[in-house]
């Protein structure tokens, strides 16, 4: 198994341009979420150059725009907006869906022992429980929701690419 860092998710979170990601949904899913999005990523914040080290408290804001594909005949707009703030030892993800002043706090990304980028905790909103592991690659990010609650049941397989 490749040991994945936290510096090489914020080197390559710097370089990330594009995502496109697949929403499945099981039986006990009330929301009925199916299908499947693209879109491009704006960033704004501190880029670091590879060969330094990233610096505590560098951020980058991380703005997606692209549409979801709800149904064969139903495409929607969709916009997420992410603050990955770098903490040595993890890097924090914030959501700013109601914007910078009502940030909505997600999750911390660490290194597990066995060389795996996973979040500490999970996210609780309202009765739904959110997780996500990461895997990574020279030129993409492998991001993978789950959602489990009492009528959420799903997978969102994120790649986030140049």
């Not at 704004?44 to 060969?51: D, P």
């Amino acid at each position: 198994m490749t040991v994945q860092t936290l510096t090489q998710l914020w080197f390559l979170l710097n370089r990330l341009n594009r995502f496109s990601f697949k929403v499945n949904s099981d039986n006990e899913s009330v929301t009925g979420w199916q299908g499947e999005g693209q879109g491009l990523i704006k960033r704004r914040g501190s880029v670091t150059g590879e060969s330094v080290e990233p610096e505590l408290g560098s951020i980058v804001e991380t703005i997606e725009r692209g549409d979801y594909q709800v149904s064969a005949d139903r495409k929607v707009p969709m916009h997420n907006q992410y603050l990955w703030q770098f903490q040595g030892d993890h890097i924090r993800l914030t959501h700013l869906r109601f914007g910078w002043d009502k940030p909505v706090f997600l999750f911390d990304i660490i290194e597990n022992k066995q060389g795996q980028l996973v979040t500490r905790q999970s996210h609780q909103c309202a009765a739904d429980n959110y997780d996500a592991s990461f895997v990574l690659h020279a030129d993409s990010l492998e991001m993978q929701w789950r959602i489990q609650g009492p009528k959420k049941h799903e997978v969102l397989d994120y790649i986030y690419s140049l």
